[in-house]
């Protein structure tokens, strides 16, 4: 499957962020502010803005969401489930070519949260591996003692 460096990129947040809960003896990476700001950082979230406390919970729900998107039992439980992410997220397609990329798209709406921000490019990422028929990639590791997407 062949996808453009921002889908790679949306991809690859999802799992950073899902990956970020607690989990066993590991523990949760998305537990306060600092966390947040680290991750919008290390994932170089564009125009993330000033994060507060109320962002911090939005993408700690939009890591549940993300999670349950790739648990899904079957396609139509997936595919539900990304088209009321992207639905809430105010997916705002748009080309962009900042920080030295080429063009590419954002599907966050100007001015959204950082929450919203990610559920838009994470969503519509999700989305495209779904509809390559790829939905099998999305996967949670096979080890016994593992839970890691």
Do not use: K
């Not at 460096?5 to 003896?25: E, F, I, K, Y």
């Not at 523990?27 to 991750?39: I, K, N, Q, V, Y």
Request: proline residues 3%; hydrophobic residues 45%; glycine residues 6%.
């Amino acid at each position: 499957m062949d996808l453009g460096h921002d889908t790679q990129h949306a991809l690859m947040t999802v799992v950073d962020l899902v990956n970020s809960r607690a989990s066993g003896s590991r523990p949760d990476r998305m537990a306060d502010l600092a966390d947040l700001t680290g991750f919008v950082e290390r994932r170089q979230v564009s125009d993330a803005g000033t994060l507060g406390e109320s962002d911090l919970a939005a993408v700690r729900r939009l890591r549940d969401r993300l999670r349950a998107i790739v648990l899904a039992a079957d396609d139509a439980e997936a595919v539900r489930l990304v088209n009321d992410l992207v639905a809430d997220g105010r997916t705002t397609p748009r080309l962009t070519d900042h920080d030295g990329w080429p063009l590419h798209m954002h599907y966050y709406a100007p001015g959204a949260r950082v929450a919203e921000h990610l559920a838009a490019d994470c969503g519509m990422a999700l989305a495209f591996v779904i509809a390559a028929g790829e939905r099998q990639r999305l996967a949670v590791c096979a080890a016994p003692d593992c839970d890691r997407v």
